[in-house]
């Protein structure tokens, strides 16, 4: 991992993401209330929990698009809440794809994988193009560098948005609901992504509804409620006996 901070060292023996007491509120609503838990490297954790629970402030706060009330976030042993991390490196080492795709509309896809490697990563254009190929092809859009977002189905659009963050060489990937927004037969080719990249080794942070996904790819599954981890455990075990009243109650009614 390159340097996310001018002094602290990054531990390869420390999991990949390692949340210790963290706190977010936001005035005096108090929306992570002392959070706990840890990503081993290679590891698929997914989060769920009713709306308003606070996951999306949980992963917006992993990468720092949030900055937490207290507490600690270190990643690989380097704490990104201490007031000298480099934000711009923790945001590409620390990949995340939105409900919300998030491209530039007036973009091609090709100049929307290259433009933060040149201006972030310092890539030159060719490299950067060459990288962003590589990674349309990962998800099947070889053909569509050339089309602009607005022209492909929301299900291409989300598979735009992984290749992107995955031509910033993240250590690890963070999905927020990447599949909500879209229409249930594009749901298939999105997750099956998402299922490659789990195979090939990528440490994963998925908060998602699909509870086929969590059961077949997950190692381990977190059920927030109001701001705190309610319950986590293998994922079958969860799934099939929840130990909470919480959990249960909010399965029976998304099984
Ligand atoms: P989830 O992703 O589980 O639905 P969120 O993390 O989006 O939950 O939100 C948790 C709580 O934090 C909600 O009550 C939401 O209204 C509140 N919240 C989220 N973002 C903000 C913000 N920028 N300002 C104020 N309140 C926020
Ligand atoms: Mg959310």
Known sequence: MEDLHPTQKVDRSAPAIDVRQLHKSYGDHEVLKGIDFSV????????????GSGKS?????????????????????IDITDPDTELDKVRSRVGMVFQQFNLFPHMTVLRNLTIAQQRVKKRGRAEAEKIAREN???????????AYPGHLSGGQQQRVAIARALSMDPDMM????????LDPELVGDVLDVMRKLAESGMTMMVVTHEMGFAR???DKLVFMDGGVIVEEGSPVEVLTNPQHRRTQS??????
């Open 40 to 51: 081993e490297k290679g590891q698929v954790v997914c989060v769920i929990g009713p709306s």
């Open 57 to 77: 402030t949980l992963l917006r706060c992993v990468n720092r698009l949030e900055e937490p009330s207290s507490g600690q976030i270190l990643v690989e042993g």
């Open 136 to 146: 349309l092809a990962k998800v099947g859009l070889a053909d569509k560098e050339g």
């Open 174 to 181: 963070l999905f927020d609901e990447p599949t909500s927004a």
């Open 216 to 218: 077949e790819v997950g």
């Open 250 to 255: 909010f399965l029976s009614k998304v099984l």
